[in-house]
């Protein structure tokens, strides 16, 4: 299932890489980093999690990993050369953010959302960081 989902994704990337701007793709890889967040969250209300949910949390982390990296060597050229490094150093954060969504099952409603704002803010701050920069 997880391969299949992965091959519909890339297919899709493949698709759209030519497509996107920088902005575009920063969008993009916000709304992957919600869809994830969000469903780790969803996960803890109520219950404990199981192997299952840390395999789905996983799956959907590395499946909009996947996405983001097709793109991401068609939007390399697009940026401006002083906004080309502040944009590896948002995907960076962005990839470290994405594998840390699994670790918001083990943790209490609090500190899931403090992990989730911090990872938020921190991005927002390498995005502002490639705005100036281009």
Sequence with gaps: MRMAIIGAALSF???HALALD???WQKE???AYAECS??????RIGREAGPKDFQDSRACVESKIDI????????VPVASPGGAPALKDYFAAWIG????IPSFLNMSKRAADMADASNTQRLNELWARYEIGQ
Aim: glycine letters at 4%.
């Design 13 to 15: 990337a493949a698709t």
């Design 22 to 24: 920088p902005a575009q």
């Design 29 to 31: 890889t916000a709304k």
């Design 38 to 43: 969000f469903g780790a969250k969803i996960v």
């Design 68 to 75: 983001a990296k097709a793109n991401f060597q068609s939007v």
């Design 97 to 100: 953010a994405m594998r840390s």
